[in-house]
């Protein structure tokens, strides 16, 4: 099938309307599907909606192949919906990117059109130059679809202000689990309660997934057929991809996970790759979700007494906090930020990230699910796949690269400051107080995954020892700057310094046969 006969299929649910008929139009980009936050005026005066399908930007990086679908499926989806409601749609797609479609589409009129301000840089200078060409016809508005208005804290991103500051003064404009002036419970944060590692046997619900209609396998088709060499697997794809569907999967968690989310926020367990967390992210970062009606769902539970209360403050510290922050990090910083490399580290993405083959039972763990559906949680990003590129000289930028593509929760706002601020340290300290690195014992603490694996975490060198083990006391020696520069683990430095002679020599040793076998693959070889 052909992409002008897949269109066809979209063209009999949403009949093309006139453009010549309208004077006044919104472009809906692919994350902003919640007409909820957009300005009463569009839900009264029901302009035309314009929606664009971009062959070029899917194109841009060889995104997942699940990431494609989902985000085209869920524009459908919304498209289809507006239309149903009564409100006009220009359903358009183009090889170009979305910029020059909607020049295009503007030389065929006289609309007026209102944009808002994209989550992207790279989407927002597109449209900035549309509307420099278009001047009087063009109208940005301000992004809604986040809790923080990002030019109140920009100033505030610098080395020393820490999220923890920002999370505080975020409860007390909300009101979010605040008794008067004081957080619910006595505590701003309850972290120390959510380290517990996931015990044998323990019963995880299955996160219920949803069938495929008829949008969503045209779109699958689709993505096969003009996407057929990008990352990752199609097949199982069940995700929610309307705003009901999503709706029903935040139930599920309130009901079935929120309780035991806090204890076993930071577990990793093997063939578990949701365990209790959320699988909420992609439904909020493409507007499907809010992150209020997320929070505020969540604190009602605990209100009603069905979800204790570190549990629910951990979800809106992620929420609230953390997310909103780095948003906040990704406007105070970019575009200068993405080069950022502070560490100096030349090597390209180890190959095994592309593939998931590796006898490292925690990396196949943690990357089998970012093949098959796009996705693992914070803890497997964050202190396994992320460390070990650390531990393995990667250049962060490939990182960050392989991130935006790889997950389907990804955006560049989002994916950005938590590869090149918090997990890589790539910024020298802005985001984060210390360099995200550990052992192997982190691992074999919160998971059980050093159990099945073909190296020992007991054994500290040589050929089946844990790499983690080498690798961190090697990068322990090699960045004492970075160590001096966090200052929270110059004592690692120390505890490095007083080994023997002996041992040094074998970390040595152990990391560069490692690494010399290590293969190694850039996407500009591709």
């Known amino acids: 099938m052909s992409y002008r006969q897949n269109l066809e299929q979209i063209d009999r649910r949403i009949p093309r309307t006139d453009l010549s008929g309208h004077d006044k139009a919104v472009f809906i980009l692919h994350d902003q599907l919640n007409l909820g936050v957009w300005p009463d005026w569009i839900r009264k005066e029901k302009p035309l909606l314009i929606f664009i399908e971009s062959v070029a930007k899917g194109n841009a990086l060889p995104y997942h192949k699940k990431k494609l679908t989902y985000v085209l499926s869920s524009m459908r989806h919304f498209a289809l919906a507006c239309h149903e409601e009564g409100v006009p749609v220009y359903y358009y797609a183009t090889e170009k990117h979305y910029g020059a479609g909607l020049e295009e589409l503007m030389e065929q009129s006289l609309m007026h059109l209102t944009y808002m301000t994209p989550s992207e840089w790279d989407s927002r200078q597109r449209l900035q130059k549309l509307k420099s060409n278009y001047q009087e016809r063009v109208q940005e508005i301000p992004n809604a679809f986040f809790v923080a208005d990002p030019e109140e804290w920009k100033p505030n991103i610098k080395p020393g202000y820490r999220m923890e500051y920002f999370y505080r003064d975020m409860r007390r404009k909300t009101g979010y689990l605040m008794k008067n002036d004081a957080p619910e419970g006595g505590e701003w944060n309850y972290d120390e309660d959510n380290r517990e590692s996931l015990p044998a046997d323990y019963a995880v619900p299955e996160v ?83 992150p209020w009606e997320v929070c505020e769902r969540a604190i009602q539970a605990y209100e009603e007494g069905r979800a204790p209360l570190n549990s629910v403050e951990g979800l809106v510290r992620q929420i609230l906090g953390w997310r909103e922050f780095v948003h906040i990090y990704y406007e105070a ?39 098959d ?123 490095y310094d007083k080994k023997s002679e002996e041992e040094k020599r074998a970390i040595k040793k152990s990391t560069e046969e490692f690494l010399e076998k290590l293969s190694r693959y850039s996407l500009d070889q591709g």
């Open 208 to 290: 219920k997934g949803f069938e495929l209609d008829e949008v969503t396998k045209e779109v699958i088709a689709l993505v096969d057929q003009k996407f057929p060499g990008h990352f990752g697997s199609l097949e199982n794809f069940n995700f929610a991809v309307t705003r009901q569907q999503a709706l029903k999967a935040l139930d599920e968690f309130v009901e079935e996970r929120l309780s035991d989310f806090g204890p076993y926020e930071d577990a990793m367990a093997t063939d578990e790759p949701y365990l209790f967390h959320s699988h909420l992210s992609l439904y909020l970062n493409n507007g499907l979700l809010l």
């Open 333 to 371: 910083l970019m575009p200068e930020i993405r080069e950022t490399n502070f560490l100096d580290f030349p090597e390209e993405l180890p190959e095994l990230f592309w593939t998931g083959d590796t006898d490292m039972h925690c990396m196949s763990q943690s990357l089998k699910p970012v093949i």
């Open 373 to 495: 559906q796009g996705y693992s949680h914070h803890i497997q990003r964050l202190m396994v796949l992320s460390n070990f590129s650390n531990l393995t000289r990667t250049d962060p930028r490939e990182l960050n690269q392989w991130f935006w593509l790889a997950y389907v929760d990804a955006y560049e706002w989002v994916v950005l400051p938590n590869v090149l601020g918090m997990s890589t340290f790539a910024d020298g300290g802005v985001l984060a107080s210390k360099p995200y690195v550990s052992s192997g014992n982190y691992i074999n603490k919160m998971s059980d995954y050093c159990k099945s694996c073909e190296y020992s975490i007991t054994k500290k060198t040589g050929k089946k020892a844990c790499p983690f083990n080498y690798l961190y006391w090697n990068f322990v020696d090699e960045q004492r700057e970075a160590f001096e520069v966090s200052g929270r683990n110059s004592f690692m430095v120390n505890r």
